[in-house]
């Protein structure tokens, strides 16, 4: 969740002519990212749940490349691009984490 509310307060910055675009692209991948986890633990089945880490994994990777396409405009500076990618490799950690876990357990 803090990965969310970091994206939403980096994308306060960004121009206002990109609030239907860059700007929404960015928050709705960071949103996805709990929100399949979620569904997916709200899931019957473990291999339910590990599709929607998938999912969630794809978001998380879609996310890196919106914020480094973000940086190459202008929006953000290095060093902001370099704390939220290190915020976005421990989600990472995190849901591969997860998914070697419940792999185990299948």
Do not use: W
Request: net charge positive; proline share 2%.
């Amino acid at each position: 969740m803090e990965l969310v509310v970091e994206c939403y307060q980096i994308t306060k910055i960004f121009p206002k002519n990109e609030a239907y675009g860059l700007t929404s692209q960015l928050q709705r991948a960071s949103v996805s990212v709990p929100a399949n986890i979620a569904e997916g633990r709200g899931r019957q089945y473990t291999k339910e749940f590990l599709q929607h880490l998938s999912i969630a994994y794809g978001s998380l990777a879609e996310l890196e490349t919106l914020l480094q396409i973000a940086q190459h405009l202008n929006y953000l500076d290095a060093n902001l691009l370099e704390q939220i990618l290190g915020r976005t490799a421990e989600v990472g950690r995190m849901l591969n984490g997860l998914r070697k876990s419940l792999r185990k357990h299948n």
